[in-house]
């Protein structure tokens, strides 16, 4: 896979425990974004789940992060989780103009909660309120949205299918535009704490390139306890370059 179209990185940076394992010692407060964007090139900010990044986050982001980084934010939960897509185009529209501000921007994550389950109306109705130039990926946590219908409208409006590796969900990738989307939460009882084998990756290497021509990927660790998630996005990375 060429280099240019294959963006690996993590879900967050400012783990504590990840001192001593991924960030040196010193390395602490904003040093750690610095850090982290000199051995990774995209980055999925789980912060903005939670709250409306300030304007003065999003100045310290763009002095921080370099030319030609991929930076990728959670859209809010209040639009997904409480208002569950219905009656949000006041919450939708002040968020993509906040993060519109954001100069390395390049794609907006939606997870929908689990007790959503497929409601093809719904889901065209939101999609059809986004806008760029940011793409956008929907994260789907029921399974029933594993389904035909959902991957033809998503690639009407150019939207990605986000591939899971989650225990309770289908680990199928379904490409519905240019880019491809993974996450990967871990597989273990304990959510998020679990540690990727390298046959696991390369399962999921070989998964990806079935759909990779022409394509690119982004693929996105979540498994962020004891600085799991940097050391699994490094050898899924390398995996990726020799397929």
Known sequence: MPADSVHVGTSGWTYDDWAGR???????????????????????????????????????WNRRLPEGFHLVVKGSRLITHLK????????????????????????????????????????????????????????????????????????????????????????????????LYLRFHGMGPRRYDYDYSEAELREWVQRAASHQAGRTLYAFFNNDYRAQAPANAETFRALLGRN
């Open 22 to 60: 991924f960030y040196p010692q010193g390395v602490t407060g904003v040093k750690r974004l610095e850090y982290y964007a000199q051995h990774f090139d995209t980055v999925e900010v789980n912060a903005t789940f939670y709250r409306l990044p300030s304007a003065t986050l999003i100045g310290s």
């Open 84 to 179: 569950r897509l219905r009656g949000c185009e006041d919450a939708l529209g002040t968020f993509l103009a906040r993060v519109a501000e954001l100069r390395c921007l390049r794609v907006i994550l939606w997870q929908l909660p689990p007790s959503l389950q497929r409601d093809l109306p719904l889901l065209e109705a939101f999609l059809a309120q986004l806008t760029g130039p940011a793409r956008h990926a929907l994260e789907f946590r029921h399974s029933s949205w594993w389904h035909d219908e959902v991957s033809a409208l998503l690639a009407r409006y150019g939207a990605a299918f986000v591939a899971v590796s989650h225990p309770d969900l289908p680990g199928q990738v379904l490409p519905t535009t240019d880019f």
